[in-house]
């Protein structure tokens, strides 16, 4: 993606960028791209790591990070964890060899861990650092807008907070911020 950013000069001191990491970990698993959970964490987030610490070793991507703002994980939340392994946390991400997607809440903690440290090195290295905005709310278990509540900086979504009273006032209370699309979301 930093090389068609570049290539294609899309950079705008008023634009900024917000990536998505789909929960396609299953998917990858299966057709045997992946063999873990860590895998896929390696894959997003090894070269962010290497290029904070050593901006010449992808110029382009240096410079495309500068535009990001934050990252948002993406996926049908309506479809329920399923598999023996649905609730578990006690699995570290290089022994998650299972053949479905680790829960929500568990891929959600990974992705904020992984920013979360990314962001103290590249605030002490005196560059911008990203925020976690996750997809979240909109359909699916209220376990997701809980794990979120814990976690997030934002949330997009988030319709699924006017059936939980308490927790929206929790999301108002601590100012975590909603993108929704009223019309859309309630059609």
Not at 44 to 73: A, H, M, R, W
Not at 115 to 144: C, D, M, V, W
């Amino acid at each position: 993606m930093a090389q068609w950013f570049d290539k294609y000069e899309i950079y705008h001191p008023q634009v900024r960028w917000l990536i998505q990491i789909p929960r396609l970990y299953e998917a990858y698993r299966k057709a045997g791209l992946i063999q873990n959970f860590q895998e896929m964490l390696n894959n997003i987030f090894k070269c962010l790591f290497e290029v904070t610490v050593n901006p010449e070793s992808n110029p382009k991507l240096y410079k495309f990070l500068l535009q990001v703002v934050g990252f948002d994980s993406v996926d049908d939340e309506s479809i329920y964890e399923l598999g023996p392994h649905a609730t578990t946390f006690q699995v570290t991400p290089e022994n998650w060899n299972y053949p479905e997607n680790p829960n929500y809440c568990y891929w959600a903690y990974y992705l904020w861990a992984n920013i979360h440290t990314l962001n103290q090195l590249r605030k002490a290295r005196g560059l911008n650092s990203f925020a976690f905005r996750p997809h979240s709310g909109e359909a699916g278990s209220y376990e997701h807008l809980m794990g979120t509540y814990l976690l997030a900086d934002g949330i997009n979504h988030g319709i699924r907070l006017t059936k939980a009273p308490v927790l929206e006032y929790l999301y108002y209370l601590k100012q975590i911020g909603l993108a929704m699309s009223p019309l859309s979301n309630n059609k």
